[in-house]
């Protein structure tokens, strides 16, 4: 499977591109409860709420799981998808290589309980040679504006920010007048089970809390080119799965 000409260049100009229908309803169906399970039990590693918005709170709220390549088979399976790979050596234009150092991860957004995701770039999680990384976003079920969908910014991967666009945790500010005039031009298109999202790690993306009475559960993992190495003694310099 590959993307035609024109996805292939809307990827290339916006920094995103959605595959409707991409992965079937029965490998979503069981990645969920797996995925319910893990959450259910709170299984480590995990990354919380209360640790995000750096609250001091005995109570824990999962925004995230962890390592979640490990975990399960049936995650594996979804990682190292063998449809997915030619598409993603196209976006990437050389092969991809799973790096398994943050973006390898079961998302989720809580009724009620989740905070909201900054405007922000995803090269902040990372330490490689450059950016030519692309993560990949599977929804397990609906996914639109009252529970948390995912926001971008088209064209936002091409542009050089100064780094007074960003504060200290590397949000980008919603009060910078520049910025302002930038996420009007903010996009979204509602997900269902199935979609695939893939975005460069330089395009804004944000998400609002969960509005609903139902829990947004999401699954993201990121690529990098073969070719762009991860720098030694830094997080990024971890386990990797050639997609080969």
């Known amino acids: ?6 996805q292939l260049e809307q990827f290339n100009n916006d920094g995103f ?12 169906d069981e990645i969920l409860q797996k995925a319910k ?15 995000y918005m750096q609250v001091d709170d005995s109570a824990i709220t999962v925004r995230r799981l962890r390592q979640v390549y490990d975990r399960e088979e049936i995650f594996k399976e979804w990682m190292t998808n063998s449809d ?12 991809p290589v799973l790096t398994l150092a943050h973006h390898n991860s079961i998302m989720t957004k809580m009724p009620h309980e989740s905070t909201r995701t900054f405007w922000h770039q995803d090269r902040r999680y990372w330490h490689f040679e450059n950016d030519n990384l692309v993560s990949v976003w599977l929804s397990l079920g609906d996914e639109f504006l009252e529970n948390g969908l995912l926001e971008f910014i088209p064209k936002s991967h091409k542009i050089e920010f100064s780094k007074d666009r960003f504060d200290e945790h590397s949000n980008f500010l919603d009060e910078n007048e520049e910025n302002r005039k930038l996420i009007q031009t903010k996009v979204h298109q509602n ?10 790690c330089k395009t804004l993306h944000h998400a609002s809390k969960n509005q609903t009475n139902n829990a947004k559960i999401s699954f993201v993992y990121t690529v ?7 720098l030694e003694k830094t997080r990024s310099d971890f386990k990797e799965v050639i997609l080969d």
């Open 84 to 95: 997915i790979r030619p598409i993603l050596k196209q976006v990437l234009n050389d092969t």
């Open 37 to 51: 399970e893990h959450l259910e039990k709170k299984q480590a590693p995990i990354e919380s709420e209360q640790e």
């Open 224 to 230: 990098r080119a073969s070719k762009n190495k991860s």
């Open 1 to 6: 499977m590959k993307l035609d000409e024109k």
């Open 17 to 28: 591109l959605v595959l409707k229908n991409f992965a079937n309803s029965e490998l979503c």
């Open 191 to 200: 997900l269902q089970k199935g979609d695939v999202v893939l975005f460069h």
